[in-house]
């Protein structure tokens, strides 16, 4: 397969609506400023007006699978529902087409090592959208990390305290749902939501986002009718044996954004990803972000160029993922008898102590314990 004209490699763009929507403002962006060919959008719902004028002379079909072999793209740009996402990263990839994929990349591990082994059998690309990892934040801290400017890293906590009402819930069949007809969905507020900062903190301490963590635990909860956790705190050892410990909650009455913080022995680092701010002994700082979409073309033209995250690298994700899959159905608990929820979460995340660990009545008396098994053997 080869770019088109002028070395501009062609797209297309499966799911347009939702967080689609953003993907194809940014691709029709990327076209007018001649970086790429929009040549495709695959979506089973009608296009709005406003999305037919950014699709301009784009392909639109309803199936996937009938568009990308029509037009052989270079690229397939894939924002739909989490439990399409493997059979339609397979689908390009062995179209011969690299691959952008919004996050989570799989429900559960076994799709993610699908996934993986399609990836390198087609030699093709595929760059996973934790858009918190283009934040130039994330870069300066891992470089302050190695610096020593923190010493030693004893503990990294997230902190996720966001508001989701019922509406969030029952936006579409998948919403809320750990499994839709059969197939794992999911969804929840440490896979979904909070997957930015779940997956930054497994690698902050340097450990590498494609080696395999240690033990989970699990302490999961639900207000809504939805299947899937809204509440949660987890603690997880990366590969280098940092613990990391991460609250998280769509219950909160007053919203804030997440915080990633880094404990280490000379200092404490916090970086608020969303508004890739950070704060260390070194100073305060805002950075710019790097469009993801613009990195993988950026690699396609020159390999020279790190991607910025590689399928490989998020196994450690997607690891915590499939813990949550195993779980057990999360508790049920009335959302008025979360109380203090902000001042838990914080605790959680500060002191490495789940939920169930900090006196709450509401809280389960056990966590769930998942450990990842072994790699398969190589050669």
């Known amino acids: 397969m080869t770019p088109g004209r002028a070395g501009q490699p062609s797209v297309v763009l499966v799911g347009a609506h939702g967080y689609g929507r953003g993907h194809l403002e940014r691709l029709a962006c990327l076209h007018a400023a001649g970086r790429l060919r929009l040549i495709g959008v695959a979506d089973p719902r009608p296009l709005d007006a406003a ?3 950014l699709a301009g002379a784009a ?10 072999a029509t037009v052989e793209p270079d690229l397939v740009v894939i924002a739909t529902p989490v439990h399409t996402h493997v059979d339609l990263a ?19 591990l076994d799709g993610f090592t699908r996934l993986l082994a399609a990836q390198r059998d087609t030699g093709r690309v595929c760059q996973v959208g934790f858009q918190a990892f283009g934040s130039a934040a994330v870069g300066e801290l891992a470089r302050q ?59 902050l301490d340097g450990s590498g986002g494609d080696q395999p963590i240690g033990e989970v635990e699990l302490d999961t909860y639900r207000t809504r009718a939805a299947e899937a956790h809204d509440t949660a705190s987890a ?17 909160a009455p007053e919203p804030v954004e997440p915080v990633v913080e880094v404990f280490g022995s000379a200092g404490t680092a916090v970086l608020r990803y969303t508004e890739d701010r950070l704060c ?50 999360p508790v049920a608990v009335a959302q008025d008898s979360l109380a203090d929820l902000p001042a838990l979460t914080r ?26 098994p072994p790699p398969p053997p190589t050669g």
């Open 51 to 53: 999305q037919r004028a």
């Open 59 to 68: 392909v639109h079909h309803r199936d996937p699978a009938a568009l990308i």
């Open 90 to 108: 397979l689908l390009a990839l062995r179209a011969g087409a690299h691959v952008l994929l919004e996050k989570p990349p799989a429900p559960t």
């Open 145 to 203: 990390i190695r610096a020593g400017v923190l010493g030693q890293v004893r503990h990294i906590g997230v902190t996720g305290l966001w508001w989701r009402d019922d509406g969030y819930w029952s936006r579409s069949a998948w919403a809320g749902r750990r499994w839709l007809d059969g197939r794992p969905v999911n969804d929840g507020a440490l896979t979904n939501p909070f997957a930015h900062g779940v997956a930054l903190a497994l690698r």
């Open 235 to 251: 603690r997880v050892r990366t590969a280098l044996g940092t613990p990391v410990t991460v609250a998280v909650t769509l219950c």
């Open 280 to 329: 260390t002994p070194a100073g305060d700082s805002t950075h710019p972000r790097t469009d993801l979409v613009e990195n993988l073309l950026d690699h396609l033209a020159d390999p020279e160029v790190p991607l910025l995250v590689p399928l490989a690298d998020t196994l450690a994700f997607t690891q915590v993922a499939e813990a949550v899959h195993r779980s057990p159905a």
């Open 347 to 372: 605790r959680v995340a500060t002191t490495g102590r789940l939920y169930r660990e900090l006196g709450v009545g509401w809280a389960r008396a056990e966590a769930y314990r998942w450990t990842p």
